[in-house]
């Protein structure tokens, strides 16, 4: 139980395009769902936070227009890079947690962005 | 701020032998998590330690949390190659905001 799934696990855009990536629980509701970056050899970042239905939170420095995140539903966030630009070549992961799972966030298994 | 240090960074050692990795962190906190990454993967769990005191044990890893000295340990019993991984410790600050916030990440090699 309690899996959390992303799409796409890989994608390369050019400069100036959008990339939505998207999270899923697979086997619970989440009310919250995290959003965190890593560039390579460096640690988690967390970019923002999201409860099912309403704004997002978002950590001081992320900015909010380029990183547009959705949470519609209880199984479902989305990520948004808006105009992407070769730095926010990242991987980016995102995490989910349940109300009968309060004590542990569950990872999924990140998307690689490469913008070109 | 809450802060989350481990030490060492980098740790290099031979099979059989035992090390231990430290995560110190700056505020009070009763939850704290071990999680292990490998090269272009996302974060596998390990240990949730939810009080003063908690030891668990899983395999060749042993983690135990002390609150009051803000400081959680993560032991490694007759190191095998297939730990090799980079492992993270993450503290979430009991703030009501369920934030995690990392540590700076042990890189572990282990040589045969």
């Given at each position: 139980g309690a899996v959390v799934s992303q799409h796409p696990s890989r994608v390369i855009c050019k400069s100036g395009t959008s990339v939505k990536i998207e999270c899923r629980s697979l086997d619970f509701q989440a009310t919250t769902m995290f959003w965190y970056r890593q560039f390579p050899k460096q640690s988690l970042m967390l970019m923002a936070t999201s409860n099912e239905g309403s704004k997002a939170t978002y950590e001081q420095g992320v900015e909010k227009d380029k990183f547009l995140i959705n949470h519609?539903?209880?199984t479902l966030s989305t990520l948004t890079v808006t105009s992407?630009?070769?730095?926010?070549s990242s991987f980016y992961i995102c995490s989910a947690r349940g109300l009968a799972l309060v004590n542990e966030q569950f990872f999924g298994p990140g998307t690689r962005l490469t913008v070109l | 701020e809450l802060k989350v240090e481990q030490n060492p960074l980098f740790l290099s050692m031979q099979e059989g032998k035992n090390y231990t990795i430290y995560c110190n962190y700056s505020t009070t906190s009763d939850r704290l998590y071990w999680y292990r990454q490998d090269p272009g993967k996302s974060l596998e769990s390990l240990f949730v330690l939810l009080s003063n005191g908690a030891v668990k044990q899983e395999g060749r890893l042993m983690a135990s949390l002390d609150t009051k000295a803000r400081l959680s340990t993560l032991h490694i019993t007759a190191?095998?190659?297939?730990?090799s991984a980079t492992y993270f410790c993450a503290v979430d600050?009991?703030?009501?905001?369920e934030k995690l916030t990392f540590g700076t990440g042990t890189r572990l090699t282990i040589i045969p």
């Open positions: 519609a539903s209880l992407a630009h070769p730095e926010d | 190191a095998v190659h297939d730990l600050a009991n703030f009501g905001n």
